[in-house]
Structure formats: structure tokens, C-alpha cells
């Protein structure tokens, strides 16, 4: 059987709702004869409403020339009967998230459509084999998961099941393109890319609270304040629904044998229980009745003053300091000490190095040149520490005050990530190019993981790695070979075998 993309004229689209409206919408917008398909007419009478509405508004804004938006209306029907795409030379399924109910869709639509129309499931993280399991030709079946809202997010996940015909895939990829938007090939798998990789930065933000090293309003102001990131791990899980967010990431974990890296933590789970869900029902890690925290402004430089201190390891990192008027001496047995772990903790470090604890401070340097540190100290404090923290914020610095943990807060979570995105490419479930899209584009990080491994020294975050499993004796941190074997060699992480 052959699957060509140019066969390509009628696309059915089964669902109604947001994902459905919106594959439909961009279908129909670039010149493809559409039929959408739900068992409920309200929906699919509201569907069409919305988007025509949507057209209409691209008008408006200059998006779309009007005769355009008209042909394109015209391209779209709306149909509660199955047998209406029998003419149509591919379906794309965007209905409920259940295996069941696909597989009983899909082996209904073999007697339904002709033998070489595809049969594309937009599945979120369910596998594209199973969903198969049912039909007889299972070589047609495929993966096109979009994300939401569609006709903005650029990124589709394309994927292939273990019988899927590689021109099925072909064909579905350059579907992708002719959408307008950017696909990229996943293996089939628990998450695809975009689910699975967006787990780390999730619960390593959960595991960092669990321990009782910062709040969620914290964590998520160093995240955005440090890493650069549009929203924290607790405000994006708010946003989405942890209702949403636990299932996948325990579905996420148990379809990978309880890979401890992919571990959330017990209070998400509670959260669920507790109906804490988000946004969506005014509470979950945040009170929206509330006003919701804002992020601070760096403080302005004072006149420049000198701090001396004891440091006595890695004393290169303090160069962004040294800059501000900090200044090395020897140790007189007064002068505050400063160290800059790399995924080790205060506590760790001082025992290691032989240190006073109540002199000491470790500072995270990670991201002084977004004008905040984040500093912590062994259990019990540093007598130092407010003198440390003042100068600091003296020298125009943010900081943030946590209590000890190994990698801090940003590196920590940043490594992870990195890490992930690293074991995904080890066990080949997206090529690096395609990680690095895939991770942009339909997460919306600030930076590709395998670059931004690159740029700061996969060393460097094979050593914050080592150091967070050394120091909390937890597989959680077990370094990806990928990272590990590219940290030796001196290679980049998107090196591909």
C-alpha cells in the first residue's frame, strides 16, 4: 500500500472540542477540505461558531485576506455520523484520552474509510501501537500530536507505532509542514518528547519543596528570576490542572519501570485528593482570590564597598564579585567563607573542606549576571550571613535566601532538565535536533537543554549531577551516559552516535 502526502485533499478531524476546533481551523485555513466530526451537535455547532469566529478575527488583524477566510469557511463541514469521512484520504482523532475508546474509534474506521487513508491519533501520550491494536492494517496508524492552542503552537510531535509504514509517517510529517507548523519525529513511547521531557522540571521543583528547602512562591521567582523562564514549576502546574499534571507525570513514571529520575513527589498527589487543582477551581499552589506575588526589582547599586573573605575552593567563580569589591584573604579566623558548590550542599562542603559552618556561606553564581545569587547556609546558620547578604544586595544584587540544598535551586532543576533531555536522546526518543524544538517550542523553555549544556560545560552539569547524587545517595540524580560520555570526550551534547 502506498501512503503519499499529495493524495492528501479531505481531512476528517473527530472531536469538537479545543484541540479538534483547532486542527480543523488550520486545516481549513490552508486550503484543506475539512469534515468535523462529534456525536454532539452542540459542540460541533459551537465549534464551527468558534471558528469562523477565529477566521474572522484573522481578518481583522491582517492575517488573512477576506476571500481567503471566506474559501476557507466554505472548506469546513460539520458531520455527527462517521460514514461522512468516507472520502476523505486522512483522519486525525482528538477525542477523550482513553486507550479503550480510541482503539474501539480506530477499528470502526477501517470499515469506514478506504484501505489507504490514514488514521492519525492526536494522543497525548498514549502509544501509538496500542491505540492500533484493534485494526488490521496497523501500518496506517499514526502519532500527530498537537499542542494547544493549535493555531499559535507551532510544534507537532509525529510518531510512528511499531507496524506504522514509514511512508505513513512520511506523509503525516510533511502534513505537519504543509499546516504551517514545525514536526518532529518521536518515538513511540510514554510522553513522546514534550510530555516526558517536561517531567524534570515539574517534580524536581516538587522534590526541592518536599525537602523544605524553599516555598513554591520562591522556587518559582528564582526559576523565572534565575533561569530565565516565563512561569515557575508551581505556577505551571496551576495553570495546567494538576488533575492534568499528576496523572501523566505517574503514567509518565510507571511506563518507565519507576526510573527514580521521573519520580513527583507525595503532596502532588495530594493536591489532586485535596482538589487544590489550579486556576481552574481558584486554589492550588497559589490562592487566586489573592493578589499573586510580582517579581522583584534588582536593587540598585550603592556605592561600591569591599568585603574580604576566606574562599577555598574554586575561588575563579567569584570573579562577578571580586568585580563588585570582594576580596580574597587568608583565613584569620573571623572572615565570613564562601564557597560555590557544584551539586553539593553547604553542609557537605563544609564537612568535606574542614570549614567553620558558622562563618560559612555557599552563594550560587549561576545567574549574577541577571542581577540575582542565591545563597545558603549549613543547618544552625552562618553568623556572617547577614553581612554577607547586605553587601550583596549593596552591590545591586537580588538574593534569595534558601535553606541548604545540594545545587541550589536554579542549577539544580536546570541539570535535571539538561540531564532528561540528555537520556532522551541516549535512548533515542527524539534525535537532538528534534529534543532541542521539540523542548523550545512546545514547552517553551528559554533554551534548548543539549545547548545550553554546551554552553555552560556538560562537565559542568555532569559534575552538579554527580554531586546531587553523591550528596542525597538518590538515583533521582544518576547521570545520563549521554551527558557523561560527551563530559569526557569533550564533546557536544547534541553530538549525535
Known sequence: MAYAFDDIKKVGVIGAGLMGAGIAQVLATVGYDVVLNDMNAEALAKAKTDIEGRIDRMV??????ADAAAAAKGRLTTSGDLTSLADTQMVIE???????IKQSLFAELEGIVSADCILASNTSSLSIASIAKNCENRARVVGMHFFNPVPPMKLVEVIGGAATDAGVVDATYEMGKAMGKVPVIAKDGPGFIVNLGGRAYYTEGLHIEAEGVAPPEQIDRIMKMAGGFRMGPFELMDLTGIDTNFPVSTFIFNGYHSDARLRTTPR????????????????????YAQDLPKLPTPPEAGPRTSLTAVLPERSDAFAPLVEKGLSAAEDDGKAPILVSPLGEDCTSTVARLGLDPKRTVAVDLSAVERGIVTVMTAPGGSDVLEAVTTWLAGAGLHVEVIKDS????????ISMIVNLCCEMAQIGVGSPEDLGKAMTMGLNYPFNPLEYGDKVGADRVLSIMEGLQSTTGSERYRPSLWLKRRALLGLSLSTAD
Open 60 to 65: 481583522e488583524k491582517g492575517k488573512l485576506e
Open 94 to 100: 482528538a477525542i477523550i484520552e482513553r486507550l479503550d
Open 268 to 287: 502532588h498527589g495530594y493536591m489532586v485528593e485535596a482538589g487544590l487543582l489550579g486556576r481552574k477551581v481558584g486554589r492550588g499552589f497559589y490562592d
Open 406 to 413: 545540594p545545587g541550589f535551586v536554579a542549577p539544580r532543576i
